[in-house]
Every structure is written in C-alpha cells, then in structure tokens.
C-alpha cells in the first residue's frame, strides 16, 4: 500500500526514454533492454577493447557491455548517471553484464574490483563515484571484495563532456594515479572498472599505478564502448 502511494507521487520511470516503468521492470524498459546495442567482447578473445592497449600496458582481459553513440540510448544512460544522480543506473548495468560474464569464469579469475577514482573535489561535487554501484554489483556477483581505497587520483581537471579527443588524452596524461597497497595486495589479478571505454588513457594510467605492485595483474571491463 505505501508503495503504491509513493509511486503515485514519485512515479518511476525509464533511465533510457523516461516514460513510466511496469511494477515488473527495474531502472530500464523492457523496450529499452532490447534496444541497448551490447558489444559481445568478453566472447572474443582479440577484441577491439582490448587493442585499445596494445603496445601501452600489459592487459589479461578487457571488454564493455554497451556501444556508445553520441545521441543514443547508452550516451543518455551514462548521462542521467553521472549528471541526473541516478548511481543505480550502475547497479543495473553491472547484475546484468556480471551474468554475461559468468561465460569467461573458466578462463579469467579476478581477486577484487578496483574501480577507477574521481578526484576528491570531484567526488566532493558529484556527491558519488559514476562506476561504483557498476563495480559493487559484478564484485556481489563474482564473490571477491571491492576496494575503493586502492587506487588515488591526484590530480583534479575540470569535467571533458564537453572537451574534444585531443584535449581529453592530454588531460589525462597530465594526470597522475597512485596505489597505495599493502602486502596482502601482492600477486593479485585487479578487475579495475569505468564507464566509458574511449581512448584507454585514463585506464592505462590506472594500469600502470597498479602495476607497480609485485606479482599484480590488470584487467578490465566498463559500461560502454566508443569507438
């Protein structure tokens, strides 16, 4: 009964077209799940998230669960999730790809889920980090911890929506991450995750910070893909 008058008041609705979710469906549309244009790259070995490091940073295993396309469902999804305060988009993303990538268990087995750090002022601002409910929910899925005290971003920029390819990597190469381990971090295969795979940078530099502790192996999974 207090459900349905809450409903009443704050109706639910689709984090991809906005119009009113069934009591059955959950953050996304029935119309918007079948919509959502899915990669399929943890099913390719040689896949084209992974070509994104070749010859940068030694990666086991990369993938994304969605194309990105300007004017898109998935663009609007990762907009109302970093910018709308709607974390749970993550959550949902992240219980549906876990079970995707249930299918690599056999051949990839990650020790924790590193996710990728905002900047404290940034994090300040926003008010939530965009990819940890994504991280929490495949770290519930494939049964390891999440560390969100890992890796540190020390450097702050202002926000790239709006930056072009060219000033976003250089943007990110002036910017510096550091782990901050401990011996128990030794010898451990870090699953680290973003949003937006575009041109790796920032994922590389997380890379590198993380390899700098002995016996560590990267890899890593996001949201969405864009070419």
Not at 10 to 31: D, N, T, Y
Not at 137 to 158: E, H, K, M, V, W
Request: with cysteine; aromatic share 10%; glycine share 4%.
């Amino acid at each position: 009964m207090f459900e349905s008058i809450v409903n009443l008041f704050f109706p639910k609705i689709c984090a991809g077209c906005a119009q009113l979710l069934l009591s059955q469906e959950f953050i996304i549309c029935v119309r918007c799940r079948h919509q959502l244009p899915q990669t399929q790259q943890h099913l390719i070995s040689n896949n084209e998230a992974l070509q994104k490091f070749y010859g940068k940073v030694p990666i086991e295993f990369a993938a994304a669960f969605l194309y990105y396309h300007k004017k898109g469902i998935v663009q609007t999804l990762i907009q109302n999730l970093k910018y709308k305060n709607q974390p749970q988009i993550g959550q949902c993303l992240g219980l549906w790809y876990a079970h995707e990538l249930h299918a690599i268990a056999q051949n990839q087995t990650f020790d924790v889920v590193i996710p990728v750090p905002l900047h404290t002022k940034r994090l300040n601002e926003r008010g939530y980090n965009q990819v940890a409910k994504f991280g929490q929910a495949l770290a519930l899925s494939f049964g390891i911890p999440y560390r969100d005290q890992l890796l540190f971003r020390n450097t702050y920029s202002s926000t790239q929506t709006k930056k072009n390819l060219g000033s976003r990597t250089t943007i990110v190469q002036e910017t510096r991450f550091e782990a901050h381990p401990t011996l128990a971090d030794e010898n451990l295969h870090f699953l680290l995750v973003d949003d937006v795979l575009t041109t790796g940078s920032t994922l590389e530099a997380c890379t590198h910070a993380l390899l700098k502790i002995p016996g560590a192996k990267v890899s890593v999974v996001c949201m969405a893909f864009s070419a």
